[in-house]
């Protein structure tokens, strides 16, 4: 696609549950990168991959978080047992060949916004 | 371990007034910095960045100067718009393949 496109655009959902976030990076983006961004703060950062390997895991808060990149293309994001300090924005992005790269930069999608009640 | 510290929000300027947004970070090595800009309802996207000390980054009017002496990266525009409210982000990076983001500053502009 034209940009990065994430969906949900919204999730509500009740606290225990599980969710999936969905992340659909640029077509022929070798990176992917998942954060989180609470209101009025910058993007916290969770997880990467490069191609289908996460390359990074060293963010996400706890064992109930995951991702996966199976194709080295789409990624899910599972939070598992939902609690309500989850709620926040979940942000995905990609690179066209990682940022250890010259001159390369993050392109963001929109956004999850995710509200566990 | 590695930081970026911006200056809080948000800042209301009139159309054609001078913008400064403070950013100081913390780092080790030498890492590059950025600005990026988050439209209302859209995603982050890349401003301008810089590689190495005493490099400028510009785009669109604005610039940045990473100053390692003081270490800053702080973003000017001479002219501001109303279209150029925004949230301002700095970040510095890579650091081991991520970008590590400071709070973000908003700005509005006023016709």
């Known amino acids: 696609g034209a940009g990065v496109s994430q969906s949900p655009r919204y999730k509500v959902t009740k606290r225990g549950q599980d969710v999936a976030l969905r992340c659909d990076p640029i077509?022929?983006?070798?990176?992917l990168y998942w954060y989180r961004q609470a209101l009025g703060q910058g993007p916290e950062f969770l997880t990467y991959?490069?191609?289908?390997?996460?390359?990074?895991k060293s963010g996400l808060p706890n064992d109930r978080f995951s991702a996966e990149r199976p194709e080295g293309s789409i990624s899910t994001l599972t939070i598992q047992r939902t609690e309500q300090r989850d709620s926040a924005m979940y942000r995905c992005?990609?690179?066209?060949?990682?940022?250890?790269?010259?001159?390369?930069?993050?392109?963001f999608g929109s956004g999850t916004q995710l509200s566990v009640l | 371990g590695n930081s970026v510290t911006q200056m809080e929000g948000p800042v209301t300027l009139s159309e054609e007034a001078f913008l400064t947004i403070n950013c100081t970070y913390t780092?080790?090595?030498?890492?590059?910095l950025f600005w990026y800009v988050q439209y209302p309802g859209e995603g982050l996207q890349l401003l301008l960045k810089?590689?190495?000390?005493?490099d400028k980054g510009s785009n669109k009017g604005f610039e940045a100067t990473y100053r390692k002496e003081t270490t800053s990266f702080h973003l000017e525009k001479g002219s501001v718009q109303v279209s150029d409210s925004a949230v301002y982000f700095c970040?510095?990076?890579?650091?081991?393949?991520?970008?590590?983001f400071g709070q973000g500053t908003e700005l509005s502009v006023k016709p």
């Open positions: 992005a990609s690179s066209t060949r990682g940022l250890g790269a010259t001159n390369e930069k993050l392109f």
């Open positions: 077509s022929g983006h070798v990176s």
């Open positions: 991959f490069n191609y289908e390997a996460q390359q990074d």
């Open positions: 780092a080790t090595g030498y890492p590059s």
């Open positions: 810089a590689t190495k000390a005493d």
């Open positions: 970040a510095l990076g890579p650091q081991g393949g991520k970008l590590i």
